[in-house]
C-alpha cells in the first residue's frame, strides 16, 4: 500500500483472490469477514489513499460486513453476484444467484451503511456464465437497486471491449446518466482487465478512447508483474 501511494495510483485495491492466496487458500469463497476485514484494516491504515475491498459474495451477512468495513475505514466494497462458494473470476464453472438475490443483498448494503461516502460496488460473473446482454441487464437491475458502481467481470481483451461492450456501452452510460441525480457522484463502470501479458499503457489509451462515455476505474492486480 505504501509503494503504490508512492508510484501515485489514486486507490488501493484488496483483491480476494490475492487475500485468500495469501492466507494460503484457493479463490473459492473460503474467506472470512474476520480475515479479509482485519488485513483490509492493517492495509488501508498505512496509507491516505482510499481502499477498495473485495468482498466476494457478503460473508453471509451483508449488512455486518458493510458495518464492520465502515467502520475499519474502507472507502468501497465490491460484492458479486456468484454462489456462496465462489469461484476466482477468470475461472470457469462459475454459478450465479438470480438477480433478485443478488439486488437483495445490494438493497441490504445500502441500507447498512452510515457515510454516504462509503461506495457500494455491485459486480456482475455473468459476462462469461449468461452473456454480455444478460450480464447488461443485471448490471441495470443492480444500480436501480441502490449500487453506485458496477463492476464486468472477466471482459478479457480488446476485441472483447470494442465489440461486445463499446456497441452497448452508450445504453449502459445513457442509463447511468439517467439515474446520476447528482452530477458530481454520478454513476461509474468499474472495468478489470486481466492484462494477459499485454502493455497495460495500451489498454489505458484504448479504453480512453472507446468508452468515452463512461468514466472509468482501471484496477491493476499483481502490479509487481508491471
Known amino acids: 500500500a505504501k509503494l503504490i501511494e508512492e508510484i501515485g495510483y489514486d486507490a488501493v485495491y484488496v483483491s480476494g483472490g490475492v487475500m485468500a492466496n495469501d492466507l494460503g487458500f484457493p479463490d473459492i469463497g473460503l474467506t472470512t469477514l474476520q480475515d479479509v476485514s482485519t488485513r483490509s484494516y492493517l492495509i488501508s491504515r498505512v496509507t491516505n489513499l482510499p481502499t477498495i475491498v473485495d468482498i466476494d459474495t ?9 458495518e464492520t468495513f465502515e467502520q475499519f475505514g474502507i472507502a468501497a466494497v465490491h460484492l458479486e453476484d456468484q454462489i456462496e462458494r465462489k469461484r476466482c473470476g477468470h475461472l470457469d464453472n462459475k454459478e450465479l444467484i438470480t438477480t433478485e438475490a443478488m439486488v437483495k443483498k445490494i438493497k441490504e448494503c445500502v441500507s447498512a451503511k452510515k457515510d454516504e461516502n462509503f461506495k457500494i460496488i455491485a459486480r456482475s460473473d455473468a459476462k462469461s456464465v449468461e452473456g454480455i446482454d444478460k450480464m447488461i441487464d443485471r448490471c441495470k437491475a443492480y444500480i436501480d437497486a441502490g449500487a453506485e458502481i458496477v463492476f464486468p467481470e472477466a471482459l478479457e481483451n480488446e476485441k472483447d471491449f470494442s465489440f ?13 446518466e439517467s439515474v446520476a441525480i447528482n452530477p458530481i457522484n454520478k454513476e461509474t463502470s468499474v472495468l478489470k482487465l486481466k492484462i494477459n501479458g499485454e502493455n497495460p499503457g495500451k489498454s489505458i489509451d484504448f479504453l480512453r478512447l472507446k468508452l468515452i462515455f463512461i468514466e472509468s476505474i482501471v484496477i491493476f492486480q ?5
Open 58 to 66: 457478503g460473508f453471509r451477512s451483508c449488512k455486518e460486513t458493510i
Open 164 to 176: 461486445k461492450l463499446h456497441q452497448r456501452s452508450k445504453l449502459v452510460a445513457k442509463y447511468i
Open 222 to 226: 499483481d502490479i509487481n508483474q508491471y
